[in-house]
């Protein structure tokens, strides 16, 4: 296999995982008896682990010169985690394999991104996005997968899934072509240089941006579904809203290279902020499906545009000796963090305005714009 396909194989098991947890966790947590309110626990607690744990396995992976070693091991000690949650345990337990799973599986996807960005530039290399784009599709597969075991063979089907994807995803990684250990600058440094990319102007004014653009979905992913059920769409309706946005950032990944080549960076991160203003505009003042499924459509602006942006930027500006640390910081602080804090905001916000509220989150991309334009400034240096 070419080196094209070991990634599109990696992103597919390791975006099965995710189109399995993202959906399918909190109902697995109810089902060993969880409360609402224990289920809201052990999930921040697994964000804020997330949020440690996936740059400390990015530097982990820098200092050792071997990402690859790094994201098979994240892998595969995630998938024995995973496999506590079929245990008939109580809430101090599941808080247990909750934080060793999101601590091991936390470095995956973006050292892949960093592995895979450094392989495309590289001899031989191929198209990002393309790859990429896999991921997507098998994200996509696996939650309509998933859902329909689920309806056969109970919850527990979600985990089998889960231990599945994971185990996968550490094999995948062992078939990526070797890397020989660094002896460099950042091996050298050991620890001591955790924060070296935030030394890097671009690298900060792309996290605001990031911040700005990615977070905007936070209203989105908790209360996008409440709300067009408030308004009476159906389930089917609803849905269908999902997965046009999902088939939109596929198509984007699969044939949109030319138009990113003519954009560039800073033009894609000016495009997701516009299609930000846009589609939550849309999404705050109506719920007619005539208007919210091209604001839906939009998703390849929001969510593609601006993930292809952060992997230009950081391909350019940040040396491959710091590509893990860096994707891995970029993950938890340029969005994790922000996606976790707006979440929080995005519940009072829903309660006292409804659907207006998305006006907030298009404030959010409108203050996209200038800072899209202050990153230009710092890759113009």
Known sequence: MNAATRFALLYSAQFVAVGITLPFLPAV????????????????????????????????????GDARLVLAVGAG?????????????????????????????????PLTDALAVTASRGEGGFD??????????????????????????????????????????????LALPRTAPRTGRVASRGWAGFFAPLR???MRRLMLVSALIQGS?????????LHWQAAGLGAGLIGGLWAVGVLAEIALFLWGRGLVARLGPVGLSVAAALAGVLRWAVTAVTVDPLFLFPAQALHAGTFAMQHLAMMAVLGRVV??????????LHAALGVGLWMGLLALA??????????????????????ALPASLWLAAALRR
Do not use: K, N
Not at 217 to 225: R, S, V
């Open 29 to 64: 947590l109810t089902a060993r008896g969880m409360s609402p309110q224990e289920v809201g626990v052990l999930l921040a607690t697994a964000s804020a682990v997330r949020l440690v744990a996936g740059p400390l396995g990015g530097r982990l992976a820098d200092a050792l």
């Open 77 to 109: 000690l995630a998938t024995l985690a995973a496999t506590g949650l079929l245990l008939p345990a109580g809430f101090l337990l599941l808080l247990l394999v909750m934080a060793l799973h999101s601590a091991a599986f936390a470095p995956v996807v």
């Open 128 to 173: 990002y996005a393309r790859v990429r784009a896999a991921g997507s599709i098998a994200f996509m597969l696996a939650a309509i997968a998933c859902g329909q075991a689920v309806a056969w063979f109970g919850i527990d089907a979600a985990v089998w899934l889960l231990v599945v994807g994971l185990g996968a995803t550490s094999l995948a990684a």
């Open 200 to 202: 890097i102007p671009a």
């Open 217 to 225: 979905h936070a209203m989105y992913y908790g209360f996008g579904t």
């Open 319 to 328: 040396p491959p000796a710091e590509a893990g640390t860096a994707q891995t």
């Open 346 to 367: 995005s519940g009072p916000l829903y309660a006292a305005f409804g659907g207006a509220g998305f006006w907030f989150m298009a404030g959010l991309c409108a203050l």
